[in-house]
């Protein structure tokens, strides 16, 4: 377990999508919904990576979906993308923290996003600009002052 943590944060430090680009990704929930970020335009994303086994993001889970709640009738869109993990270890994540927004596997993302450890949260604009990236636990406070910027 001290291994995965070490290995967590020392991926946090890794280069990754530059900020101010546009990006360009197709997500598709575990309920089969699809989300592309040309569809996503005029919405603000917050695109959450996570992992089923992290404790860092289960810690962060309730504030996530409280964000969700208190933002999603804002042109607001959460997407969780987990990463190494099997569609019953997510599920079973979703359902232990009752998270109501979309989430998916991201194997493919975290690699387009180049994401090297997680959490790590990417706040996107609503012309599909990437303007932050917040590394490790994000607290209920931190996703407000990040969407508000761009609302």
Not at 56 to 67: G, L, P, S
Not at 120 to 146: H, M, N, S, T
Request: hydrophobic residues 50%.
């Amino acid at each position: 377990m001290k291994r995965k943590l070490l290995l967590i944060m020392f991926c946090l430090l890794w280069p990754v999508v530059a900020l101010g680009a546009p990006v360009d990704f197709t997500f598709t929930s575990l309920a089969g919904e699809t989300y592309t970020a040309a569809e996503l335009r005029g919405q603000v994303v917050v695109l959450n990576f996570v992992a089923h086994w992290c404790p860092i993001c289960q810690a962060e889970a309730a504030d996530v979906e409280r964000a969700y709640q208190a933002y999603k009738e804002k042109d607001v869109l959460f997407l969780n993308a987990f990463v190494m993990g099997e569609v019953a270890d997510i599920k079973s994540f979703v359902h232990k923290y009752r998270l109501t927004f979309p989430f998916g596997s991201g194997e493919a993302m975290a690699r387009q996003f180049r994401v090297k450890g997680v959490p790590v949260a990417f706040f996107i604009d609503r012309e599909g600009v990437v303007r932050q990236r917040y590394p490790g636990k994000i607290a209920f406070d931190d996703l407000q002052a990040g969407i508000e910027k761009l609302l």
